[in-house]
């Protein structure tokens, strides 16, 4: 009952249609959009991309035409034939609304289920509906209009960088990884490479770059990037930029093609800008605005109030570094309540506390008034300035990590809160800026080095490259970003071209030369056979918000074993109970914690307790590793029995350390030379009386190297209760040993007496497994710093959180 489309021929575009077309014939093809059905006329508006037409199907004149129309439903797709004729009471609010088609054919083409949400411009659907459905979604007329407007940017950028001498060049997709501060997603390369894997561009700096080496002088690429990163509101895991280098730069000249850029692209979208646009250095907006990437629609800036306390006074108040205020007009009337609000939307960024002032009518009031004192109050008041109803916001800070001013930030937010909430920003403007003279180097709390504020190739100001090693939380970088209206909308700089600054860069973040070498070496290597001066930027040309979930296409999604089987890789557990995954973490951060202090550190081996807990430490180190692994990946089985390992390891550690000298010396001996001639001459097939033989010599070794042969008589010696061997060990062992399932892998009774075998990863003996290797893994690692001489107050901090956690895991049941 479906018509072919056949040799149909549209003439029209729906939405095209004016009175000028009056008199032609028209074939227009698209969606039925609404029907109205009048008895002997019946009306049918038919949509395209463009717009809507209404068409009138008369039953007296076209019978057949007429018939069918009765048939079609909302969403039909359709083909229809008519005259075009201008209509007697023309329809304002249509573009389209002064003509109408008279049909004398209808092609159905297609039918269609009702929709779920029609399709109207405003359509109060649940977004989640929405995005599952977004073909419907897409047919209306605002994504339409969107990505057509999409289209016209990216088109006029295309132009632009061409006026300008710029050359798109498309760099590869499938690569090695790109530093920008993000982690990569990776693609396994599988059958061809097992074990290895792509990278996809965290962005094309490297490539640009090497662009540049060769001599392309202008470069640019309208390009997809991906960074694997927590999900904020402007971070999405793909995005597309306008990414441009060139060579020979000056800062000026790439912002004046930036600055020609914006203003024509803001234009094809009906906002006027002009240019150039200000400028402002890192160190004034974070002053004045506490962001480096400053909301200027309104004004509300920081003052450093720091002296408004004297060094007793903050010692009082618990306040470090300095203290920054700002007057928000009007705001002299909050309630108690909203006052509180505040102080809790500060502590909340990190704050020590929030104090405010209130310069009312009489007077002024606040909660500082006794312990600083009027005078105090009123030269802040001064300082900020403030005028009557008005109240200053004061942020004090807990604490001042390296390069950092934290009262600054929060205040910076508290501004923005506070200027969305008074109205102060003015929506209708677009504020450009500039931002330069960013540090170098940002601290990183959690890996405690200096990292890359920018990416590792960001240039350096040349009366800094002094400080490079001896004071890197105060070199400058030629890094610049793009802002508006309080947003990051571009960032880039002029890079190092020289391959020794380079080095010596990559150097100071903690690179070692093996390292620089396997991850940069081709592009360092490039750098020396003649770099010209370089530089660029790229600005992300549209920032969205997603929760990186496509919920149409249902990614991201699991993968069936034989695929993942097919690339070797084992991965998370998709299913992992929530506390398993929290116990993972604990775990990791422990292990981290252990590696951080121990891995590629010369550890002092001088006694032989310290060669002892040294060779025990790495063995537990890789096995812990490993019992973290499996369990993330759902092999609890697995790796509880590996636990067991870990348990006999922390045993050995206790057991030396109660005479540390003599244990640990005997520890030694029985691994020694002896032990490895001794594995050498065991070969796989060895008879039977070869293996007593060596098995006597094995026990020979054991004796005289007084290393108690059994873990047991290791472990009785150990002051008891001994949680690891009394409780830890048995109970592992006995799982494995005891449980049908644990022999088997995982066998389940469903019908009774009938054994169901499911193989692969599973919740089971997870928890044992993590619970295991975590205290065992500690316990080492206990008496190892100890023997190195470490400080062990972190690794107590753990077992806090351990016992939190396991305390959890009952309450909720889990066990
Ligand atoms: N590659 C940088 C980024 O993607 C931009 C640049 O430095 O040109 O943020």
Not at 391 to 398: D, T
Not at 532 to 545: D, E, N, S
Not at 568 to 590: F, G, I, K, Q, V
Request: glycine letters at 6%; hydrophobic letters at 40%; a negative charge.
């Amino acid at each position: 009952m479906l018509d072919f489309l056949g040799n149909l021929k549209r003439t029209h575009y729906c939405g095209a249609l004016r009175a000028s077309d009056a008199g032609s014939n028209a074939i227009v093809m698209g969606w039925v959009h609404r029907r109205r059905d009048l008895g002997n006329l019946l009306f049918l508006d038919i949509r395209d991309r463009t717009g809507i037409v209404q068409v009138v199907f008369n039953k007296e004149w076209e019978a057949a035409a007429h018939a069918k129309a009765e048939q079609v439903r909302s969403e039909f797709v359709v083909a229809v034939e008519g005259n075009v004729v201008k209509r007697q009471k023309p329809n304002r609010e249509l573009p389209t609304g002064e003509v109408e088609i008279i049909a004398t054919n209808l092609h159905v083409l297609n039918n269609a289920k009702t929709p779920p949400f029609p399709i109207e411009d405003e359509i109060n659907a649940a977004e989640e509906t929405r995005l599952h459905y977004r073909y419907i979604d897409l047919r209306r007329n605002k994504p339409h209009r969107n990505l057509s407007l999409r289209h016209g940017i990216v088109l006029e950028m295309r132009k632009v960088m061409d006026e300008l001498g710029f050359i798109e060049v498309e760099t590869p997709m499938l690569t090695r990884s790109t530093p920008e501060g993000a982690r990569d997603y990776l693609v396994p390369s599988g059958r061809v490479h097992p074990g290895q894997f792509y990278a996809l561009p965290q962005s094309p700096q490297i490539f640009k770059q090497i662009l540049m080496i060769g001599g392309l002088d202008r470069y640019f690429q309208i390009v997809k990037c991906f960074r694997d990163e927590d999900l904020r509101a402007d971070r999405q895991p793909e995005f597309t930029q306008l990414d441009l280098e060139m060579s020979f730069p000056r800062q000026q000249d790439i912002f004046e093609v930036i600055e020609k850029v914006m203003v024509r692209v803001c234009a094809i979208a009906g906002v006027t800008v002009t240019a150039p646009f200000p400028r402002m250095l890192y160190r004034d907006v974070i002053r004045k605005y506490g962001s480096d990437k400053p909301d200027l629609r309104f004004g509300m800036e920081l003052h450093d109030v720091t002296n408004g306390f004297t060094p007793a006074q903050r010692q009082h108040l618990g306040i470090a570094g300095r203290a920054f205020a700002f007057a928000a007009p009007g705001a002299a009337t909050f309630s108690r309540k909203q006052v509180d609000d505040l102080n809790q939307r500060g502590v909340g960024l990190g704050a020590k506390a929030v104090y405010t002032i209130k310069i009312e009518e009489n007077g002024i009031s606040s909660a500082l008034q006794k312990s600083l004192g009027a005078e105090s109050l009123r030269e802040i008041a001064e300082t900020v300035p403030a005028n009557k109803g008005d109240l200053i916001v004061i942020v004090g800070a807990k604490e001042t990590p390296p390069g950092n001013d934290p009262a600054a930030l929060i205040a910076g937010q508290l501004r923005l809160l506070l200027g969305e909430r008074l109205g102060l920003v003015d929506k209708t403007q677009w504020k450009f800026a500039w931002v330069t003279g960013f540090p170098l180097f940002e601290w990183s709390e959690s890996d405690k080095q200096w990292v890359s504020a920018q990416h590792p190739f960001t240039g350096i100001v040349d009366e800094d490259l002094d400080k490079l090693e001896s004071a890197p939380g105060e070199v400058r970088s030629k890094g610049y970003d793009l802002v508006l209206n309080g947003y990051e909308l571009g960032s880039g700089s002029i890079r190092i071209h020289r391959q020794d600054i380079q080095e010596r860069l990559f150097k100071a973040l903690g690179l070692t030369q093996e390292q620089l070498r396997r991850r940069f070496g081709f592009f360092l290597d490039a750098l020396t056979y003649g770099t010209p001066p370089h530089g660029g930027i790229a600005l992300i040309a549209f920032p969205k918000t997603t929760a990186a979930q496509d919920l149409m296409a249902d990614s991201p999604s699991e993968v069936d074993r034989p695929q993942l089987e097919e690339l070797e890789l084992m991965t998370a557990y998709p299913h992992l109970d929530r506390h398993n995954w929290a116990l993972a973490n604990l775990c990791d951060r422990l292990w981290n914690a252990v590696e951080r202090e121990t891995r590629d550190s010369d550890l002092p081996v001088g006694t032989s307790f310290q060669q002892a807990m040294s060779l025990i430490l790495a063995k537990s180190d890789d096995d812990a590793r490993a019992v973290i692994f499996l369990s993330k990946s759902g092999y609890g089985v697995q790796a509880a029995a590996l636990s067991r390992s870990l348990i006999e390891a922390a045993i050995n550690a206790d057991f030396i350390e109660l005479d540390p000298e003599n244990r640990g010396n005997a520890f030694i001996k029985s691994l020694q030379d002896s032990n490895r001639r001794l594995a050498k001459r065991m070969k796989p097939h060895a008879s039977t009386s070869e293996m007593q033989n060596l098995i006597k010599t094995a026990e020979d070794i054991q004796s005289e190297s007084g290393w108690p042969r059994s873990l047991a008589q290791r472990a009785d010696s150990l002051p008891k209760p001994n949680y690891l061997y009394d409780v830890a060990y048995f109970m592992v062992s006995q799982l494995i040993h005891s449980d049908i399932s644990a022999t088997a892998g995982r066998l389940s009774e469903g019908i009774s007496g009938q054994f169901r075998l499911q193989v692969g990863p599973s919740n089971e003996w997870v928890a044992q497994a993590l619970a295991t290797c975590f205290i065992a893994l500690h316990e080492v690692a206990r008496v190892a710093f100890s023997a190195f001489g470490i400080d062990k107050a972190e690794l107590e901090r753990f077992v806090e959180d351990f016992r939190k956690l396991t305390s959890q895991f009952e309450a909720a049941g889990t066990s």
